[in-house]
């Protein structure tokens, strides 16, 4: 038997050999290949030099591999000296971490945090803006961070080597998916650049990588090399969903795994009910608490970085932004409110803006003066706290007047004198919400300018009778008529500026952080300055904020329906590889990329996907019928290496089509790893039980055509310097714009 | 069925020792092959239910719970006697199909057809144009009771068809009873089948679709001796019918299609497995039995309905402005003559855009108020002799008789017309001139007036007569060849049939537009910028009329295509479908899904008088019909744990029954309410009626199996079969606590007396929002007062119905002329521009009304004081006067202060995140000025504040409009 020789080094059979012993009917599948391995040894001892190539292949071929992969991921990385495409973006965030200044973007921190580590290893300051189209200076070293970047890309070639193997693919088949792979233009020219999609597509093959694994350990649990890959997919997971979020896709693949797994565990009689939780207890472990700590991590050391005030704290709690270097918010205001204290209003919703009214009025409704949350920081966000109208009228010389948990009060707008007002008419957007006026002045008003001050939680204290800058969240509750003041996520239309639009809710929900407000500034000559900004904001309350304003953004990232975007494409174009995009200008002086697939790839794995379902139902419709052909091996070896592909095809494919964000050819990348694994089981599938010779010659046609078109494609891959011209004989389709 | 691909797919374990299936279900060959199924498809446990052999004693329960729930539904029909909620629509659709006037709605027709034909029969002439909630009927005599009748005659329907569905699932007679019994009093069915609303014939044709389809399913449990029987054919041709009748109703009906759909997909999946009975012919003829009568006989009737509805709406009306131009021409004077087919030098053309319905290029004298303050150039959807443009060549024509030399050309924009017409070709540069106004079309860089994009530019009319023009004017012809019709279209301009975009040669933007209405001062038309990198659609453009006085009268003609039936039927489906998603405006009394199955919220249909009506469930029968779904999934979660586990229950004829008949149902529930889930736009609480209908169904089936079925419940608790005396007082006992909670609640579904006390009492939830203090404090207070006429309607409207792209049609169809008075308004001097708005509306002077119909003829006063005579006519002004520049000062001024005041925006652009906000860039130089607040000037505000109180809110208000939402900009 195999099992007594081979290593654990994670290259060999050994999951399969083991696989043997297990007298299970359900998975007892052994791939030919270890037998195969066997038989060969014995036959081929007249040829000694190619039975060492045959033997030692598991460790020749990856080499190979892996030099070209280097080879074509870094040859003439650094021609193009420009900024090009998103470089403008991912360059520009690695400066802020350089910089150490605090940004707001929606995708999470390691991937632009290890751009950063490539440019401060480059040597880089964080000096330049990166600009699209700019000329890098003399001193940034981008092509240091240019080839940090592609060695991720580079690494996907050996762990697709590697996937292929464990999946139970034949050796000519092992060699096909890895050279597609290798020689895809796509994943060649996104990985050349500072971008984060080499890394995600590392992190996304690893974690297939491992899952496949783990898988293969399945009939030795608990074993170290168990754990070992367990752990593995569960850090990788961590990792490929802290680059971006479509990470959680290919977590998906594996949480469907392990559902089904567990299912199947469940349905096991035999097995002890202990042993059935451990391996509950085990995958919760590998598969949730280490990546959530692995995706922590990166924010922890996110806001450890970015401890200076920049351009993204607006997005952030006041008593974050207190606590980064440089900022104004809270310093030397007074720490509690007293009538009379003129004031900033933070809503505390993820990215809530501050409480904002100017003369424009509202076009319908009431049509008085509007209110709206807005992120600017202007003189029109500061506002008065005024005694209510029972009350004497407000007088600058008499003793201070602090204000305190259900204090009744009134909120003067300080550029425009009135009051913040709500009444009984429908909201412009929300129609089932009060609207929120200003109203009147000093002097004329109502019993609707009045609101009680709810305070809900002081992160300094537990006094609630008075109002703290910064640290007191506080609600507004409308006295007449019950309601809430309550900034959503809703932008008034162009009248009000696309500001937030601002209600009052009828529903009391006090968890509502929508309806939390804070003091952000404060200003008041009768009170001492002093710092509130002292008390530091918990993580876990900026980590979650943060995460929602994230996920608030995104689903803004809306495109303009007017407008013609060359570089945006339908998911439906992806597949069919119907278009191409165009990195960077295209002057005759620039050097040009155009991100294009290789047809064969692209055009090839989108039909086995088509071919594959047909093979489904043809075997399920088959089977119904009462046609006894496929064993439970092949099942097996159908059911991983077959549809799990798919699916992982599917989770990465699908949920696009449903996104009314904006989308580009490279979200398409991830996907097609997959639809390449399936088109390799296909061809394993019916080409198994060949004849080598046949096999080979099948293969080699193959293995010419992808090779051949990428050659033919390398230029776009490589940089295309001079007229554009050069290049016509590639422009295949009028939507493959290489040359004007 | 269910059961027994379930079981099916638990056959590796089925041969496992612990087992003993009642029938073994599938064979393996070897322990190394799967098993693969072996059996029977005749399920276990039916029997015959066709309820075509009822008996005479069931009928006779039928027809008594009918004219119980006659007398419950048409209690009081005639109240209130004045418009009800989304009645707003549904009856003024009834009025437009009398008139034959073309309207779009996002629903198919065959319910408000209905509605229509019940008008109509009771003498409905379609006078009224049921415009608000509260607005009266009795006054204009409208037949209001006979149109409510048709949706209570469905509502009544529902309850024998309950009934039925219950007896033909195999339910007792008196479990059937009681659900019918539970259909008669719940609230919301009651409310909403009282009143012209779409609601309730949908929930009897969805009704009908599921009692035809357990009937059929019932049939084809039977097994191969039932197959094919006429019984099989009629049940499965009924659920072809009604499924096309429900989806001829609303585009819900879709979810009762996939009901059945994915059924019918597990009975042919069945069949497959059952190689003992069914071969390969008997097979394709099951799957093409099910292809004919539930595809091709819904699409036939779906489609049969919109050919009625085209056959009934063959008048221009206000559902024009969202069809395309071929679909309109099809509308009796719509249509319009034959065209010259080629455009030439010269030619006074009108220029209509290709991707949205906003109309034709049109410039009038009024001026922009921002930007360059030039002439407005706008799109116009009625024809109108501002919209007629002539084109010029680049350069004028040289006239050789004249001067032989060639040195003198001919000027002016006539100077075409005396020579032998040029064709304009692909590429032409040319010239628009608009001959009204003496100006051209013209852009330059100055940003639009409302969409403030920095890759658009404003498109101006500029020039006087006599003025050259400048480089400005010139735009180059490029024809989409794509797009355009015929090998001669795609090389010259030809009427019609050539698509192009016009690109402004000076720099290089294309002459664009969009659904984005200017303000007041543009009168709500459409925007027409000028744009670099537009989208292709929205940048395309085609000449709709020609004329050139050269050209002869037997010059080759062209007109619209005409688009056919299936044309028409293809293009309203798609207009409806974007216009159905674009729905997405909040409305103060919609809800979301979460909200439908507890009952959290209901919707104010109308309150008058002190009358209320509130659409809110029988919350008992609400409550407990979603408590039995959720008992059948906790059931279901449980048997798959257990079948999981090797758990036996599936040979139990009981059990499987249980998961089966009850699955059905619950699935029919879910997929009547999960979808909505998906939905961006405007839901409400009568979306769950179908949902609600097949939940009480579940709950009665539970019922029936628990009182009837079970002999024990696991073994433990004995049941009650043998004992049918407990389940008939359990269940007239809580038939009985239905009725009671009916009556509580009964005030708010007639509009009855009702008092505040009484009202508050049954306000179980906080979110009932219906308002007590709308009551009086006891019932004779009732009797001293005389309901008020419809005088009163205007407080309890909302401007909802209004605005939308609808042209001006009269409202009274004697005159079908709509009178345009015109004003206009003499030179305002530079100054007076400069002193804004407040400044003219002092200066405004009054000098000149000019009457035009809605075809912008100009009236003379003749024609308008015999109209006015005829009476009937209504006048509506259409354009208000604002300044008016003297152009001859150039606009170089007005630009260097355009650019000052973008540059000053330009400095807040920078570091904001959101829109600029002008008035914050004035303000902030002040921001540590004052310590205490300015004192405002507040009578303006005072003023808005007490004309608000007059309208409290809360008050019922219809469905958003389709046509409002075209209004709306990019939304």
Not at chain 1, 385 to 410: K, V
Not at chain 2, 179 to 207: C, K, M, Y
């Given at each position: 038997?195999?099992?007594?020789?081979?290593?654990?080094?994670?290259?060999?059979?050994?999951?399969?050999?083991?696989?043997?012993?297990?007298?299970?009917?359900?998975?007892?599948?052994?791939?030919?290949?270890?037998?195969?391995?066997?038989?060969?040894?014995?036959?081929?001892?007249?040829?000694?030099?190619?039975?060492?190539?045959?033997?030692?292949?598991?460790?020749?071929?990856?080499?190979?591999?892996?030099?070209?992969?280097?080879?074509?991921?870094?040859?003439?990385?650094?021609?193009?000296?420009?900024?090009?495409?998103?470089?403008?973006?991912?360059?520009?965030?690695?400066?802020?971490?350089?910089?150490?200044?605090?940004?707001?973007?929606?995708?999470?921190?390691?991937?632009?945090?290890?751009?950063?580590?490539?440019?401060?290893?480059?040597?880089?300051?964080?000096?330049?803006?990166?600009?699209?189209?700019?000329?890098?200076?003399?001193?940034?070293?981008?092509?240091?961070?240019?080839?940090?970047?592609?060695?991720?890309?580079?690494?996907?070639?050996?762990?697709?080597?590697?996937?292929?193997?464990?999946?139970?693919?034949?050796?000519?088949?092992?060699?096909?998916?890895?050279?597609?792979?290798?020689?895809?233009?796509?994943?060649?020219?996104?990985?050349?650049?500072?971008?984060?999609?080499?890394?995600?597509?590392?992190?996304?093959?690893?974690?297939?990588?491992?899952?496949?694994?783990?898988?293969?350990?399945?009939?030795?649990?608990?074993?170290?090399?168990?754990?070992?890959?367990?752990?593995?997919?569960?850090?990788?997971?961590?990792?490929?969903?802290?680059?971006?979020?479509?990470?959680?896709?290919?977590?998906?693949?594996?949480?469907?795994?392990?559902?089904?797994?567990?299912?199947?565990?469940?349905?096991?009689?035999?097995?002890?009910?202990?042993?059935?939780?451990?391996?509950?207890?085990?995958?919760?472990?590998?598969?949730?608490?280490?990546?959530?700590?692995?995706?922590?991590?990166?924010?922890?050391?996110?806001?450890?970085?970015?401890?200076?005030?920049?351009?993204?704290?607006?997005?952030?709690?006041?008593?974050?932004?207190?606590?980064?270097?440089?900022?104004?918010?809270?310093?030397?205001?007074?720490?509690?409110?007293?009538?009379?204290?003129?004031?900033?209003?933070?809503?505390?919703?993820?990215?809530?803006?501050?409480?904002?009214?100017?003369?424009?009025?509202?076009?319908?409704?009431?049509?008085?003066?509007?209110?709206?949350?807005?992120?600017?920081?202007?003189?029109?966000?500061?506002?008065?706290?005024?005694?209510?109208?029972?009350?004497?009228?407000?007088?600058?010389?008499?003793?201070?007047?602090?204000?305190?948990?259900?204090?009744?009060?009134?909120?003067?707008?300080?550029?425009?004198?009135?009051?913040?007002?709500?009444?009984?008419?429908?909201?412009?957007?929300?129609?089932?919400?009060?609207?929120?006026?200003?109203?009147?002045?000093?002097?004329?008003?109502?019993?609707?300018?009045?609101?009680?001050?709810?305070?809900?939680?002081?992160?300094?204290?537990?006094?609630?009778?008075?109002?703290?800058?910064?640290?007191?969240?506080?609600?507004?509750?409308?006295?007449?008529?019950?309601?809430?003041?309550?900034?959503?996520?809703?932008?008034?239309?162009?009248?009000?500026?696309?500001?937030?639009?601002?209600?009052?809710?009828?529903?009391?929900?006090?968890?509502?952080?929508?309806?939390?407000?804070?003091?952000?500034?404060?200003?008041?000559?009768?009170?001492?300055?002093?710092?509130?900004?002292?008390?530091?904001?918990?993580?876990?309350?900026?980590?979650?904020?943060?995460?929602?304003?994230?996920?608030?953004?995104?689903?803004?990232?809306?495109?303009?329906?007017?407008?013609q975007?060359?570089?945006?494409?339908?998911?439906?174009?992806?597949?069919?590889?119907?278009?191409?995009?165009?990195?960077?200008?295209?002057?005759?002086?620039?050097?040009?990329?155009?991100?294009?697939?290789?047809?064969?790839?692209?055009?090839?794995?989108?039909?086995?996907?088509?071919?594959?379902?047909?093979?489904?139902?043809?075997?399920?419709?088959?089977?119904?019928?009462?046609?006894?052909?496929?064993?439970?091996?092949?099942?097996?070896?159908?059911?991983?290496?077959?549809?799990?592909?798919?699916?992982?095809?599917?989770?990465?494919?699908?949920?696009?089509?449903?996104?009314?964000?904006?989308?580009?050819?490279?979200?398409?990348?991830?996907?097609?790893?997959?639809?390449?694994?399936?088109?390799?089981?296909?061809?394993?599938?019916?080409?198994?039980?060949?004849?080598?010779?046949?096999?080979?010659?099948?293969?080699?046609?193959?293995?010419?055509?992808?090779?051949?078109?990428?050659?033919?494609?390398?230029?776009?891959?490589?940089?295309?310097?001079?007229?554009?011209?050069?290049?016509?004989?590639?422009?295949?389709?009028?939507?493959?714009?290489?040359?004007? | 069925?269910?059961?027994?691909?379930?079981?099916?797919?638990?056959?590796?374990?089925?041969?496992?020792?612990?087992?003993?299936?009642?029938?073994?279900?599938?064979?393996?060959?070897?322990?190394?092959?799967?098993?693969?199924?072996?059996?029977?498809?005749?399920?276990?446990?039916?029997?015959?239910?066709?309820?075509?052999?009822?008996?005479?004693?069931?009928?006779?329960?039928?027809?008594?719970?009918?004219?119980?729930?006659?007398?419950?539904?048409?209690?009081?029909?005639?109240?209130?006697?004045?418009?009800?909620?989304?009645?707003?629509?549904?009856?003024?659709?009834?009025?437009?199909?009398?008139?034959?006037?073309?309207?779009?709605?996002?629903?198919?027709?065959?319910?408000?057809?209905?509605?229509?034909?019940?008008?109509?029969?009771?003498?409905?002439?379609?006078?009224?144009?049921?415009?608000?909630?509260?607005?009266?009927?009795?006054?204009?005599?409208?037949?209001?009771?006979?149109?409510?009748?048709?949706?209570?005659?469905?509502?009544?329907?529902?309850?024998?068809?309950?009934?039925?569905?219950?007896?033909?699932?195999?339910?007792?007679?008196?479990?059937?009873?009681?659900?019918?019994?539970?259909?008669?009093?719940?609230?919301?069915?009651?409310?909403?089948?009282?009143?012209?609303?779409?609601?309730?014939?949908?929930?009897?044709?969805?009704?009908?679709?599921?009692?035809?389809?357990?009937?059929?399913?019932?049939?084809?449990?039977?097994?191969?001796?039932?197959?094919?029987?006429?019984?099989?054919?009629?049940?499965?041709?009924?659920?072809?019918?009604?499924?096309?009748?429900?989806?001829?109703?609303?585009?819900?009906?879709?979810?009762?299609?996939?009901?059945?759909?994915?059924?019918?997909?597990?009975?042919?999946?069945?069949?497959?497995?059952?190689?003992?009975?069914?071969?390969?012919?008997?097979?394709?003829?099951?799957?093409?039995?099910?292809?004919?009568?539930?595809?091709?006989?819904?699409?036939?009737?779906?489609?049969?309905?919109?050919?009625?509805?085209?056959?009934?709406?063959?008048?221009?009306?206000?559902?024009?402005?969202?069809?395309s131009s071929e679909?309109q021409s099809?509308?009796?004077?719509?249509g319009m003559a034959d065209v010259p087919a080629d455009v030439a030098f010269g030619s006074r053309i009108s220029l209509r855009h290709h991707n949205t319905q906003g109309g034709y290029l049109h410039s009038?004298?009024?001026?922009?108020?921002?930007?360059?303050?030039?002439?407005?150039i706008t799109l116009y959807p009625?024809k109108d002799e501002n919209n007629v443009w002539l084109v010029e060549n680049q350069t004028q024509p040289l006239?050789?008789?004249?001067?032989?030399?060639?040195?003198?050309s001919v000027?002016g924009p006539m100077a075409w017309d005396t020579i032998t017409p040029e064709n304009v070709l692909d590429g032409s540069l040319i010239r628009l001139y608009h001959i009204t106004?003496?100006r051209r079309l013209h852009s330059?860089?100055?940003?639009?007036?409302?969409?403030?994009?920095?890759?658009?530019?404003?498109v101006?009319a500029y020039g006087?007569?006599?003025?050259?023009g400048?480089a400005n004017d010139l735009f180059r012809i490029e024809i989409v060849k794509s797009m355009s019709d015929g090998k001669v279209a795609k090389e010259r301009l030809r009427t019609i049939q050539t698509k192009f975009k016009l690109v402004h040669v000076m720099t290089g933007c294309v002459l664009f537009s969009?659904?984005?209405?200017?303000?007041?001062?543009?009168?709500?038309?459409q925007?027409v910028t000028c744009a670099r990198?537009g989208t292709l659609p929205n940048s395309v453009w085609y000449v709709e009329s020609n004329q050139h006085p050269q050209l002869q009268e037997d010059a080759e003609k062209v007109n619209y295509r005409d688009p056919?039936?299936?044309?028409?039927?293809?293009?309203?489906?798609?207009?409806?479908?974007?216009?159905?998603?674009?729905?997405?405006?909040?409305?103060?009394?919609?809800?979301?899904?979460?909200?439908?199955?507890?009952?959290?919220?209901?919707?104010?249909?109308?309150?008058?008088?002190?009358?209320?009506?509130?659409?809110?469930?029988?919350?008992?029968?609400?409550?407990?019909?979603?408590?039995?779904?959720?008992?059948?999934?906790?059931?279901?979660?449980?048997?798959?744990?257990?079948?999981?586990?090797?758990?036996?229950?599936?040979?139990?004829?009981?059990?499987?029954?249980?998961?089966?008949?009850?699955?059905?149902?619950?699935?029919?529930?879910?997929?009547?309410?999960?979808?909505?889930?998906?939905?961006?736009?405007?839901?409400?609480?009568?979306?769950?009626?179908?949902?609600?209908?097949?939940?009480?169904?579940?709950?009665?089936?539970?019922?029936?199996?628990?009182?009837?079925?079970?002999?024990?419940?696991?073994?433990?608790?004995?049941?009650?079969?043998?004992?049918?005396?407990?389940?008939?007082?359990?269940?007239?006992?809580?038939?009985?606590?239905?009725?009671?909670?009916?009556?509580?609640?009964?005030?708010?579904?007639?509009?009855?007396?009702?008092?505040?006390?009484?009202?508050?009492?049954?306000?179980?939830?906080?979110?009932?929002?219906?308002?007590?203090?709308?009551?009086?404090?006891?019932?004779?207070?009732?009797?001293?007062?005389?309901?008020?006429?419809?005088?009163?309607?205007?407080?309890?409207?909302?401007?909802?119905?209004?605005?939308?792209?609808?042209?001006?049609?009269?409202?009274?169809?004697?005159?079908?002329?709509?009178?345009?008075?015109?004003?206009?308004?003499?030179?305002?001097?530079?100054?007076?521009?400069?002193?804004?708005?407040?400044?003219?509306?002092?200066?405004?002077?009054?000098?000149?009304?000019?009457?035009?119909?809605?075809?912008?003829?100009?009236?003379?006063?003749?024609?308008?004081?015999?109209?006015?005579?005829?009476?009937?006519?209504?006048?509506?002004?259409?354009?208000?006067?604002?300044?008016?520049?003297?152009?001859?000062?150039?606009?170089?001024?007005?630009?260097?202060?355009?650019?000052?005041?973008?540059?000053?925006?330009?400095?807040?652009?920078?570091?904001?995140?959101?829109?600029?906000?002008?008035?914050?860039?004035?303000?902030?130089?002040?921001?540590?000025?004052?310590?205490?607040?300015?004192?405002?000037?507040?009578?303006?505000?005072?003023?808005?504040?007490?004309?608000?109180?007059?309208?409290?809110?809360?008050?019922?208000?219809?469905?958003?409009?389709?046509?409002?939402?075209?209004?709306?900009?990019?939304?």
């Amino acid at each position: 038997m195999a099992a007594q020789d081979v290593s654990a080094t994670g290259t060999d059979l050994q999951g399969d050999a083991r696989k043997r012993n297990v007298g299970q009917p359900n998975g007892s599948y052994v791939p030919k290949e270890a037998g195969d391995k066997m038989d060969e040894k014995t036959k081929q001892k007249t040829n000694s030099f190619l039975a060492t190539l045959d033997d030692y292949e598991f460790l020749i071929a990856p080499l190979i591999f892996t030099a070209l992969a280097f080879f074509t991921r870094m040859w003439k990385i650094g021609l193009s000296p420009i900024v090009t495409w998103d470089e403008a973006h991912f360059g520009k965030f690695g400066s802020h971490y350089l910089k150490r200044e605090f940004y707001f973007d929606v995708h999470p921190p390691l991937g632009k945090m290890l751009v950063g580590l490539s440019g401060y290893l480059a040597g880089y300051n964080g000096s330049f803006e990166f600009k699209s189209g700019e000329t890098y200076p003399e001193e940034l070293n981008y092509t240091y961070m240019r080839l940090f970047n592609s060695a991720f890309g580079a690494l996907c070639i050996p762990l697709a080597y590697f996937t292929a193997k464990e999946l139970h693919f034949k050796r000519p088949t092992v060699w096909l998916v890895t050279c597609m792979v290798l020689f895809e233009n796509s994943y060649t020219t996104i990985s050349r650049f500072i971008l984060l999609d080499s890394m995600l597509l590392f992190f996304t093959v690893s974690t297939v990588f491992c899952w496949s694994k783990f898988h293969n350990w399945r009939h030795d649990p608990f074993s170290p090399e168990w754990g070992l890959w367990l752990v593995m997919t569960g850090f990788s997971i961590g990792c490929v969903c802290s680059v971006k979020w479509v990470g959680f896709f290919v977590t998906a693949l594996v949480g469907l795994y392990t559902i089904e797994d567990l299912w199947n565990k469940f349905g096991d009689l035999k097995m002890p009910k202990v042993e059935l939780a451990a391996h509950v207890g085990f995958r919760a472990f590998g598969f949730i608490v280490i990546p959530l700590i692995v995706y922590t991590a990166s924010f922890w050391v996110h806001f450890m970085i970015l401890e200076n005030s920049g351009p993204g704290d607006a997005q952030m709690s006041s008593l974050f932004q207190a606590n980064l270097r440089g900022t104004e918010v809270g310093k030397d205001s007074p720490l509690e409110i007293a009538l009379g204290s003129r004031a900033t209003l933070k809503n505390m919703g993820y990215g809530g803006g501050l409480l904002h009214s100017h003369v424009q009025t509202y076009p319908e409704g009431s049509q008085q003066q509007q209110i709206t949350c807005y992120h600017h920081k202007d003189a029109n966000n500061d506002w008065f706290f005024y005694p209510n109208r029972h009350q004497p009228e407000f007088d600058a010389e008499a003793p201070l007047q602090f204000i305190g948990n259900g204090d009744t009060i009134r909120l003067i707008h300080a550029q425009t004198g009135r009051n913040l007002h709500s009444h009984q008419v429908a909201a412009p957007v929300s129609k089932a919400d009060h609207e929120v006026s200003c109203y009147g002045n000093t002097t004329v008003g109502d019993t609707k300018d009045h609101w009680q001050v709810e305070v809900v939680s002081d992160a300094a204290s537990n006094d609630y009778s008075k109002v703290r800058t910064l640290t007191t969240a506080f609600r507004l509750k409308h006295v007449d008529l019950n309601c809430y003041l309550r900034a959503g996520n809703v932008n008034l239309p162009q009248w009000g500026f696309k500001q937030i639009e601002t209600t009052c809710v009828k529903e009391n929900k006090p968890r509502d952080p929508y309806t939390h407000w804070n003091v952000e500034s404060h200003w008041n000559e009768r009170l001492p300055a002093s710092d509130p900004g002292s008390y530091k904001s918990p993580f876990f309350r900026d980590f979650v904020h943060l995460n929602v304003a994230m996920m608030t953004s995104n689903n803004a990232l809306v495109p303009d329906p007017d407008k013609q975007d060359d570089l945006a494409s339908k998911p439906w174009q992806w597949p069919l590889l119907h278009v191409g995009l165009r990195m960077c200008g295209w002057d005759d002086h620039i050097v040009k990329y155009f991100l294009l697939g290789n047809p064969a790839v692209y055009w090839g794995t989108t039909f086995s996907l088509v071919f594959f379902v047909g093979m489904l139902a043809w075997y399920a419709i088959r089977w119904q019928r009462g046609y006894d052909e496929l064993t439970w091996g092949q099942v097996d070896h159908f059911h991983y290496s077959g549809i799990y592909p798919v699916m992982g095809w599917a989770l990465h494919y699908l949920p696009f089509v449903a996104m009314a964000r904006v989308t580009y050819v490279h979200h398409y990348y991830p996907a097609l790893y997959f639809a390449i694994l399936c088109s390799g089981f296909i061809l394993d599938w019916y080409t198994r039980s060949l004849h080598k010779g046949v096999q080979w010659g099948i293969f080699s046609v193959f293995y010419a055509v992808v090779i051949g078109l990428f050659w033919l494609f390398r230029a776009i891959c490589f940089g295309m310097e001079g007229s554009n011209q050069q290049w016509k004989h590639l422009k295949w389709f009028d939507t493959w714009r290489i040359a004007d | 069925m269910a059961p027994k691909s379930n079981s099916s797919k638990a056959s590796p374990k089925s041969s496992a020792p612990n087992g003993t299936p009642a029938k073994k279900t599938t064979v393996q060959s070897t322990p190394k092959k799967p098993p693969y199924p072996s059996y029977d498809y005749t399920s276990t446990g039916v029997r015959d239910t066709n309820i075509l052999n009822l008996s005479s004693n069931d009928w006779q329960i039928v027809g008594a719970i009918t004219i119980i729930a006659l007398f419950v539904r048409l209690f009081r029909i005639y109240q209130p006697s004045s418009v009800v909620f989304d009645e707003v629509h549904f009856g003024g659709f009834a009025s437009k199909y009398i008139k034959g006037k073309f309207f779009m709605d996002v629903h198919p027709p065959l319910a408000k057809m209905l509605i229509t034909l019940a008008g109509w029969l009771a003498g409905f002439d379609g006078d009224f144009d049921f415009k608000d909630i509260g607005k009266d009927y009795m006054e204009p005599g409208v037949p209001y009771v006979a149109m409510r009748l048709l949706p209570a005659i469905c509502g009544v329907l529902a309850v024998p068809t309950m009934f039925l569905t219950l007896k033909a699932s195999g339910c007792k007679t008196f479990t059937s009873a009681m659900g019918a019994g539970l259909v008669v009093f719940e609230n919301g069915l009651v409310t909403q089948s009282r009143l012209i609303l779409l609601d309730s014939p949908l929930v009897i044709f969805t009704a009908l679709t599921a009692l035809s389809w357990v009937s059929f399913t019932n049939q084809h449990e039977l097994g191969p001796k039932a197959a094919f029987r006429p019984a099989w054919w009629f049940w499965l041709a009924a659920t072809g019918v009604g499924l096309g009748a429900t989806a001829s109703v609303k585009w819900v009906g879709l979810f009762t299609i996939a009901w059945v759909g994915s059924l019918t997909a597990l009975q042919l999946w069945v069949l497959l497995g059952d190689t003992r009975n069914v071969t390969a012919r008997i097979w394709f003829k099951h799957l093409f039995a099910r292809i004919f009568c539930l595809i091709v006989i819904p699409i036939m009737f779906y489609m049969a309905m919109f050919a009625i509805h085209f056959l009934c709406l063959v008048n221009p009306g206000d559902g024009d402005g969202f069809m395309s131009s071929e679909f309109q021409s099809t509308l009796n004077s719509k249509g319009m003559a034959d065209v010259p087919a080629d455009v030439a030098f010269g030619s006074r053309i009108s220029l209509r855009h290709h991707n949205t319905q906003g109309g034709y290029l049109h410039s009038h004298t009024h001026m922009y108020p921002t930007g360059s303050k030039q002439q407005q150039i706008t799109l116009y959807p009625h024809k109108d002799e501002n919209n007629v443009w002539l084109v010029e060549n680049q350069t004028q024509p040289l006239d050789l008789t004249v001067d032989p030399t060639g040195n003198t050309s001919v000027p002016g924009p006539m100077a075409w017309d005396t020579i032998t017409p040029e064709n304009v070709l692909d590429g032409s540069l040319i010239r628009l001139y608009h001959i009204t106004s003496d100006r051209r079309l013209h852009s330059h860089d100055v940003r639009p007036p409302v969409t403030e994009a920095e890759w658009q530019n404003e498109v101006s009319a500029y020039g006087y007569q006599g003025f050259e023009g400048d480089a400005n004017d010139l735009f180059r012809i490029e024809i989409v060849k794509s797009m355009s019709d015929g090998k001669v279209a795609k090389e010259r301009l030809r009427t019609i049939q050539t698509k192009f975009k016009l690109v402004h040669v000076m720099t290089g933007c294309v002459l664009f537009s969009h659904k984005v209405k200017l303000p007041d001062w543009g009168f709500e038309q459409q925007e027409v910028t000028c744009a670099r990198g537009g989208t292709l659609p929205n940048s395309v453009w085609y000449v709709e009329s020609n004329q050139h006085p050269q050209l002869q009268e037997d010059a080759e003609k062209v007109n619209y295509r005409d688009p056919g039936f299936f044309g028409k039927f293809w293009e309203l489906q798609k207009v409806m479908w974007t216009t159905n998603a674009g729905l997405v405006e909040s409305h103060a009394w919609d809800s979301r899904p979460p909200s439908w199955p507890v009952l959290r919220r209901g919707i104010n249909f109308w309150g008058k008088d002190n009358r209320q009506i509130y659409l809110i469930g029988n919350p008992l029968i609400w409550w407990s019909s979603t408590a039995a779904i959720g008992l059948y999934l906790v059931f279901k979660a449980l048997a798959v744990l257990r079948w999981q586990r090797n758990c036996d229950d599936y040979s139990y004829d009981t059990f499987k029954r249980f998961d089966y008949e009850v699955g059905q149902t619950v699935l029919g529930w879910a997929f009547h309410y999960f979808p909505f889930f998906l939905m961006q736009r405007q839901l409400f609480l009568h979306h769950y009626f179908p949902a609600l209908f097949f939940a009480i169904m579940a709950l009665c089936q539970t019922w029936d199996f628990v009182t009837n079925r079970v002999g024990s419940f696991g073994g433990f608790v004995p049941g009650v079969k043998d004992k049918p005396a407990v389940g008939m007082v359990g269940g007239t006992v809580f038939l009985a606590a239905s009725i009671v909670v009916f009556g509580l609640y009964a005030p708010l579904a007639y509009g009855n007396m009702w008092t505040k006390n009484e009202c508050k009492r049954v306000k179980l939830l906080e979110t009932w929002d219906w308002d007590c203090n709308t009551f009086h404090d006891n019932y004779a207070q009732y009797s001293l007062l005389t309901p008020s006429a419809g005088s009163g309607a205007a407080a309890q409207t909302s401007p909802a119905a209004q605005g939308g792209p609808a042209p001006p049609v009269a409202d009274d169809p004697k005159a079908d002329v709509h009178v345009t008075p015109q004003h206009q308004q003499p030179y305002i001097s530079d100054d007076a521009a400069h002193a804004g708005i407040s400044g003219m509306e002092d200066g405004f002077v009054e000098e000149k009304v000019e009457y035009r119909d809605e075809e912008g003829n100009l009236l003379d006063e003749e024609q308008v004081r015999a109209l006015e005579e005829e009476g009937g006519i209504s006048f509506s002004t259409k354009y208000e006067t604002r300044t008016r520049l003297v152009d001859q000062y150039g606009n170089e001024v007005f630009e260097e202060e355009e650019e000052e005041s973008r540059a000053g925006d330009a400095g807040v652009a920078g570091t904001s995140i959101k829109g600029v906000d002008p008035e914050t860039a004035d303000a902030r130089g002040e921001a540590d000025a004052s310590a205490v607040p300015p004192n405002a000037a507040v009578g303006e505000d005072v003023r808005k504040e007490r004309s608000l109180e007059a309208n409290a809110e809360g008050t019922a208000e219809p469905e958003s409009e389709v046509g409002k939402e075209t209004g709306r900009d990019e939304l």
